[in-house]
């Protein structure tokens, strides 16, 4: 019996006529146990009981829910080193979408999913932005660094993508290899970098929008004197154009992923047309002087710009709806991910080669460069195209954040009605308005730059957790890997992510001394060599990443640095948005989830109420 069927028989009267058949509540049609099977009626896809939301003992009543929270402490204990099992994630908890989302996709798909969900994501939006306030010219070094980062996280995406083929993505992976308790502080950031992310895209489309019909990135834009600098800015057609593209993407994976191929192919040949025409009349004085802001901008744009590489992991998403994981997944996201970091880089040069990095327009940069050489026909055709490949962004990152937010359900983080799949799309319809209805109204006030450093912020711990993950999964099999060796490793991981915490600080303050940065730097080779000296306790099924532990090392690395380049503004905000999500989880998600980890504590309640029900017969 599944779980959700163990809650309903709870809340079912012992001496009604109805039984439990595949976790769902009928009525009896027979009392014998020889009789033929029932037929289970249809579920409604449409239905809001409180079931649905909340169907764990915890909440039945307030009562129960009481008792639980008396019990706060040992369920946060239980649940911080709870892990999860593949079979848990790949199999039970698929049953609470009660319907299975289609296999329809292939490798070809993948790659252009890969290519629509990060391009148009950051570059069109962010180059400017970050070209003119901290990298100048260098921009193109802060997308290499930015490129080479996403890179290594690719890697070990794709590795748990292969041998792990669910829709929770990353989720998945943290709660099968770092427990429950981090499991949900990634899904919390996952849930803010789906809302943060697509209310941003809103915005810069909205931004380009106005930049073709007036040379005014704000023109379509409501100013409010009386609200906060940064949040004054109404933008009613973000929220416009981020309903439709998720309301289109309710309507099923297949139909979504053909328009989004057709159109990135569009969208690659504008990129080709974009650097040829920035090469051909750009001038190499445009880049003089090449840093500017010194290598401390170079940083601190790379953290930031990272944004236009991120939406690749809604490739790994899609594993549930792939056809054959093992050979499509490192395909789609490897493949596309290579050829994306190369253009971003070429475009980025052609930007500050077209245009003085004092004149580049924060908000609709190259449409405002094409006009400056003057090229006005261009300026509305990059325009479209960055509007185009936005448009595909929001599609593409609608489908994967629906099916992060699926796994999140199933595992009753949240509610699980969010994880519902509905019959005939064979999508997530509940879990996209989620997302949707909240990135719309994150959308109608805050301005791009809050957004973005919040997001960078987000996605890069994410991706730290996730290099993490990679090599807890190679070093570590619970009761299989000797207790001496578990100690070492955790040893030298902790001297992998302390030294490059060391490093982060030094390059944060006014003292940059070789003696630190040679010290921190020793510290982490030494750690990484310590790790590579152990013995591994698993191997890949059948794509691994290589040079393992040295290039999740340096992911780890690479992002904690990259997160201690945002500015204290991103860490605030960072730590508010947490501080709340860790208060929903102490009161509501912590008891939801240590619900449905101890079916047998349910059985043991329904056999004493069958009892008590005997002796009143």
């Not at 710009?305 to 998403?317: K, L, Q």
């Not at 719309?440 to 994410?462: G, P, Q």
């Amino acid at each position: 019996m599944t779980i959700s069927g163990h809650f309903q028989e709870l809340q079912t009267p012992l001496n009604s006529s109805k039984k439990i058949v595949g976790g769902i509540t009928t009525p009896c049609t027979s009392t014998t146990m020889n009789s033929p099977k029932t037929h289970q009626p249809h579920k409604p896809y449409w239905r809001f009981s409180k079931q649905d939301f909340f169907p764990e003992p915890s909440f039945n009543n307030w009562s129960s829910y009481k008792n639980a929270l008396s019990h706060i402490p040992t369920r946060l204990k239980n649940r911080l080193f709870a892990r999860s099992t593949e079979t848990s994630e790949l199999v039970e908890l698929k049953k609470e979408s009660e319907n299975e989302m289609k296999k329809c996709l292939t490798w070809w798909d993948l790659v252009w999913l890969g290519f629509g969900s990060v391009v148009g994501s950051g570059i069109f939006s962010i180059t400017g932005q970050e070209t003119r306030n901290n990298a100048g010219p260098a921009i193109i070094l802060s997308y290499a660094i930015s490129g080479l980062s996403a890179l290594l996280s690719v890697f070990c995406y794709t590795e748990f993508a292969v041998d792990i083929p669910i829709a929770g993505g990353s989720f998945s992976f943290l709660r099968v290899e770092l427990g429950d308790f981090v499991a949900f502080i990634a899904a919390a950031n996952i849930l803010l970098e789906a809302i943060v992310g697509a209310a941003g895209l809103g915005r810069s489309w909205s931004s380009y929008f106005a930049s073709i019909i007036k040379n005014d990135p704000d023109f379509l834009r409501i100013k409010i004197v009386s609200f906060a600098e940064g949040f004054n800015l109404l933008d009613p057609l973000a929220l416009v154009i981020l309903a439709l593209a998720n309301g289109f993407a309710m309507t099923g994976t297949r139909r979504t992923s053909i328009l989004n191929w057709l159109s990135s192919i569009v969208t690659a040949g504008v990129i080709v047309f974009i650097i040829v025409v920035g090469f051909i009349h750009g001038k190499t004085s445009n880049l003089v002087p090449f840093f500017p802001f010194g290598a401390g901008g170079v940083f601190r744009a790379a953290a930031v710009v990272y944004w236009s590489y991120t939406g690749f992991d809604m490739v790994a998403n899609m594993a549930e709806e792939t056809k054959k994981p093992s050979r499509d997944i490192p395909l789609g996201l490897v493949g596309s991910m290579s050829m994306i970091s190369i253009a971003y880089c070429l475009m980025a040069l052609a930007l500050t080669m077209m245009v003085k990095y004092t004149e580049v327009d924060v908000n609709a940069a190259y449409s405002v460069a094409f006009e400056g050489i003057g090229m006005n026909w261009a300026k509305y055709l990059v325009g479209i195209c960055a509007l185009k490949g936005m448009t595909t962004s929001m599609l593409v990152g609608s489908m994967g954040q629906s099916r992060y937010t699926t796994q999140i359900a199933r595992a009753h983080m949240i509610p699980p009605w969010f994880a519902l799949v509905h019959p005939k799309t064979g999508t997530p319809i509940y879990a996209t308005l989620l997302t949707t209805i909240t990135s719309c109204i994150l959308a109608l006030f805050t301005s791009l730059d809050v957004l973005s450093s919040v997001f960078s912020f987000s996605t890069l711990t994410i991706f730290m957790l996730m290099a993490v993950a990679l090599l807890v999964r190679r070093y570590y099999v619970t009761d299989v890997t000797p207790k001496y060796d578990l100690a070492k490793f955790l040893l030298c991981l902790f001297i992998v992510i302390g030294s490059s915490i060391g490093v982060t600080v030094l390059w944060s303050t006014k003292e940059k001394g070789w003696i630190g940065f040679t010290v921190t730097g020793a510290l982490w080779l030494l750690g990484t060599l310590g790790m590579a000296l152990l013995p591994k306790q698993r191997l890949p099924k059948v794509w691994g990443v290589p040079l393992v532990p040295w290039v999740p090392s340096l992911s780890i690395g690479m992002n904690i640095f990259l997160i201690g380049s945002l500015g204290e503004a991103a860490f605030y905000r960072f730590i508010i948005c947490s501080a709340v999500m860790l208060i929903y989880y102490v009161f509501v998600g912590v008891h939801a989830t240590y619900d449905i980890a101890h079916p047998e504590k349910l059985d043991s309640i329904i056999e004493e109420r069958k009892e008590n029900s005997n002796q009143v017969l």
